[in-house]
């Protein structure tokens, strides 16, 4: 049975950091391309961070420079390291995971197959 778990969601004040983690099971998620997206209250889900099966991400340009995503294929957890957090950031994360896409489509969350169940995030001014 596939799962992803997300953890380490919670409230901060801007300026501040939080490291969220999925934890993958079911598959074998070194071989799986993995993201985060988020969804904030009125808003449609979008595309925050996605890495392929080695080291290659990509970023929305609103967390550039700020928000680091990374995977440890030996423990099957997936990071988003958040830093600078600003109240724009709030919402649910989620990290979802797919068998394969091209890498111009990282972002692009109609190529996900599997997805958490979220963790919220709130970043207070």
């Known amino acids: 049975q596939v799962q992803l778990v997300e953890s380490g969601g919670g409230s901060v004040q801007a300026g501040g950091s939080l490291r969220l983690s999925c934890a993958a099971s079911?598959?074998?998620?070194?071989?799986?391309?993995m993201a985060w997206f988020r969804q904030a209250p009125g808003k449609e889900r979008e595309g925050v961070a996605g890495?392929?099966?080695?080291?290659?991400?990509t970023y929305v340009e609103s967390v550039k420079g700020r928000f680091t995503i990374t995977r440890d294929n030996a423990n099957d957890t997936l990071y988003l390291q958040m830093n600078n957090l600003k109240p724009d950031d709030t919402a649910v994360y989620y990290c979802?995971?797919?068998?394969?896409?091209?890498?111009?489509?990282?972002?692009?969350?109609?190529?996900?197959?599997?997805w958490g169940q979220g963790t919220q995030v709130t970043v207070s001014s």
């Open positions: 979802a995971a797919a068998a394969w896409l091209t890498l111009s489509r990282l972002l692009d969350q109609s190529q996900y197959t599997f």
């Open positions: 079911g598959f074998t998620m070194s071989t799986y391309f």
């Open positions: 890495i392929n099966t080695g080291t290659i991400t």
